[in-house]
């Protein structure tokens, strides 16, 4: 995928080919025309340039001390950027405004449960299983979804409700705002799917001997369906139920992929 030659012997930063951040994520050392690494911070693709021949045990050794010392520098700017926007995150959320209404909310409708408002933007803030805040997650009024730039996600959640002895997982806020008003149960908001892991990871270890339900977004549109594949992987990984919408016998659109489009359709069916 990188094109060595367009590097001449060094270090250097660029954007990588494979998540292709703006940022230079991308980290290229070469050391001769015939061997070089890359390393992306971001999504944690590597490369190697290598001699056709067999590398000598101190080429070899040369190779593993670089990308040693590439993953930790990387790491290392990693957690500045995450310490930075947490402090960010923090400034924003102190003087964000309580929720009276929403249009995102009106248009799921469901109510705001620990969100704030900064303008016409819903702050939902993203923390750790300490409760730090690290992040914020911004909702428009058009929908769009932004997160604090460079502010760490993984591992992070918003919670709704107090765990009693269940905790339900899902992807988006109006998912999980939806699930708590209908069951009661608290649920934690994972923001996406690729999420839904490190999120149902990190309460399993803050409460081992709690019910975890991965309530999965249905992608049934889409290739792979990467919410379900995504929710079924974090339930078994760390042994928790997984809850699928049931859309059977409703009046199914493209879009309808998670439960509050269930709900939705469901309340139009019975209005009719
Ligand atoms: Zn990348």
């Given at each position: 995928m990188i094109v060595w030659n367009h590097f001449p012997q060094g270090e250097h930063r660029t954007q990588c080919p494979i998540c292709q951040r703006r940022d230079k994520s991308l980290g290229v050392s070469v050391f001769s025309h015939e061997s070089a690494v890359a390393h992306c911070f971001r999504c944690g693709y590597v490369e190697t340039r290598r001699p056709q021949r067999e590398l000598t045990p101190a080429e070899r050794e040369a190779y593993k001390r670089r990308m040693d010392a590439m993953r930790q520098q990387h790491d290392a700017e990693q957690r500045e950027r995450q310490a930075a926007a947490a402090s960010i995150a923090t400034i924003r959320w102190a003087a964000a405004k309580p929720v009276q209404t929403h249009p995102y909310l009106e248009r799921k409708a469901v109510m705001a449960h620990g969100l704030r408002l900064e303008g016409d933007m819903l702050l939902i803030p993203l923390r750790d299983s300490a409760g730090t805040l690290m992040s914020l997650q911004t909702i428009a009024a058009d929908g769009t979804k932004r997160f604090v730039p460079g502010g760490r996600t993984r591992g992070c959640y918003h919670p709704i409700g107090r765990p009693a002895g269940r905790l339900v997982v899902a992807e988006g806020y109006a998912t999980a705002a939806t699930i708590h008003e209908d069951t009661g149960q608290a649920v934690a908001v994972a923001f996406n799917a690729g999420n839904l892991l490190p999120v149902a990871q990190a309460l399993r270890g803050k409460y081992p001997g709690m019910e975890l339900v991965i309530a999965a977004?249905?992608?049934?549109?889409?290739?792979?369906n990467p919410g379900l594949t995504a929710a079924r992987k974090a339930a078994q990984e760390v042994g928790a139920l997984l809850a699928v919408p049931d859309f059977a016998g409703l009046d199914r659109g493209?879009?309808?992929?998670d439960f509050n489009d269930l709900r939705r359709l469901a309340q139009k069916e019975a209005a009719v």
């Open positions: 977004d249905d992608d049934w549109q889409t290739d792979g493209l879009k309808d992929s």
